[in-house]
Structures are given as structure tokens and as C-alpha cells.
């Protein structure tokens, strides 16, 4: 494919939290981007639902994932990932949390690495090390990285919006800086989140919960705030229309190419 994708869901990043991180990257990315502080998450706001419609670009009430604990779709839709390998193109997921690997179909998958969040001080560092890798030696169309420490070890250990959750969301920023530096000219990166949080939680309809940050680098892209808000929905459609696909007939959401 002439143009490849990597999507970057940062797990619990509100939008206060990437601009009061500290992180000097957050300006260069707001220089570099098309982007949205308001995006709007899903009811409920947890993380397996919240990836479901990631992929699938329906609400949870149409693709049944509603807890963490996947099931079967009664009506199958296909996934961005499933669409990408119709059209012979390859995919590679890396991921801190093991339900996650329920986000697409068997086979959808050629490369793929989990890592248990709690067992290292930085799952998502060796996770972004491992993508990096696989970009470098095998160059995949489209990459899903998953990182999770700024849920687990920041919100649900310390509460959104404390110095540790901070520290979590520097370092995912980090982390995507590194994955830009490197392959920013090969591919179009998408940075996302999956949810909010307040307190130590989420899964509410209060605005911490639902409000997220959406990030888009690319020639598709022009740089600056998105005159229209956009939500989770969008995911799957901006990727098939970036990589020069069409969207699956039951996808609910719209491409938010701007360039």
C-alpha cells in the first residue's frame, strides 16, 4: 500500500492532562497536527468497548462489547483491521493489557507482541521498542500501539490528574515522539485516547470520563485545531481513506482528512 498508518491509543489521557504534563512535545505536536481537545469517547467509557468502536466505527450498543469481557458479535462487523487485510495489506498490534487482543479478528493480525503492563516500570517503553522494531524490519501498513500505563499505573493506582498520572502521560508522549522522529515521513500517525477518568476511575458520562485528545500528522492533514469536533467513530474511516480503502457499508463514523 502507497500509504501506511500507525494509530496510537494512549489509555486514559484526558486532554488537561496532556497540556499539563510538562511535556514540551505536546507544542510540537499542536504545530504538526490536526487536532481536537473535545473529542468525544463512548457510553460507557471503558477501555475494550471504547477499542471495539475504535475498530469497528459503531457504538457499543451495535457491536455488544460492553464491559471489559469480550463476546461474540451477534452481527458481525468487520473491523479496520480485518479491511486492511482484504485488501492484502498487513497489520501489527503491540499491547499492554491481554483483552485487547480481541479488538480484531484471528487472522487479521501478522505481527503481534504483548507485554503484561505490571512487569516492567514502563510497559509502554519496551512496547513502543518492540513497534519500532517490527516497523524497522518489517514494515506493516497499518500498526495499532496501545499503550497503557497512563490508565493503570497513573489513573487507577494514583488518580487523573496526580503527579504520577502526569509523569505516565510524559512518557507516552515520549514514546510517540519517538515513533514520529523515526518514521514520521513513512507514515501518517494518529494519536488517540480511549477515555478519561476522574478520581481513580472512569466509565461515566461526566466530561472527564468522555472528553478525549485526537491528534492527526500527515499529508491528509493540515495542521491546526479541527473546525468540527470529532469522536471514536472516526478512527476506522480516517485510516481506510488515508490508506486509499473504502469503509465498511455498516460503519457508522466519517474520515477526517482536512489536508
Known amino acids: 500500500m502507497d500509504k501506511k498508518v500507525v494509530l ?10 496532556m497540556q499539563q504534563c510538562g511535556n514540551p512535545y505536546v507544542k510540537t505536536l499542536e504545530a504538526a497536527c490536526a487536532y481536537c481537545y473535545t473529542a468525544r469517547s463512548m457510553v460507557p467509557s471503558v477501555t475494550l468497548p471504547c477499542h471495539m468502536t475504535m475498530a469497528h466505527s459503531v457504538e457499543p450498543s451495535r457491536h455488544g462489547i ?3 469481557t469480550y463476546v461474540p458479535q451477534v452481527h458481525t462487523i468487520k473491523g479496520v483491521f ?7 495489506g498487513t497489520c501489527a498490534i503491540f499491547y499492554g493489557w491481554e483483552p485487547m487482543r480481541d479488538i480484531a479478528r484471528p487472522g487479521s493480525m501478522k505481527f503481534a507482541t504483548f507485554i503484561q503492563s505490571y512487569t516492567h516500570e514502563s510497559v ?3 512496547l513502543t521498542d518492540a513497534a519500532l522494531r517490527t516497523m524497522e524490519e518489517e514494515k506493516p501498513d497499518l500498526v495499532f500501539l496501545y499503550l497503557v500505563d497512563t490508565d493503570e499505573k497513573g489513573g487507577h493506582d494514583n488518580g ?4 504520577e498520572y502526569l509523569r505516565r502521560v510524559s512518557t507516552a508522549l515520549d514514546n510517540v515522539k519517538r515513533v514520529i522522529d523515526r518514521f514520521g515521513e513513512e507514515y501518517t500517525v494518529i494519536i488517540t485516547a480511549d477515555h478519561g477518568g476522574h478520581d481513580r476511575a472512569h466509565g461515566s458520562e461526566c466530561p472527564e470520563d468522555m472528553t478525549i485528545p485526537m491528534f492527526f500528522r500527515g499529508k491528509d492533514f493540515k495542521a491546526g485545531p479541527l473546525a468540527e469536533s470529532c469522536s471514536l467513530l472516526d478512527i476506522a474511516p480516517t485510516i481506510t481513506a488515508v490508506m486509499g480503502l473504502s469503509p465498511v457499508k455498516e460503519w457508522e463514523g466519517h474520515a477526517v482528512c482536512n489536508g
Open 8 to 17: 496510537i491509543s494512549i489509555d486514559g489521557m484526558r486532554p488537561d492532562g
Open 82 to 88: 480485518e479491511r486492511v487485510a482484504d485488501a492484502d
Open 66 to 68: 460492553v464491559t471489559n
Open 124 to 126: 509502554d517503553t519496551l
Open 160 to 163: 487523573w490528574m496526580s503527579e
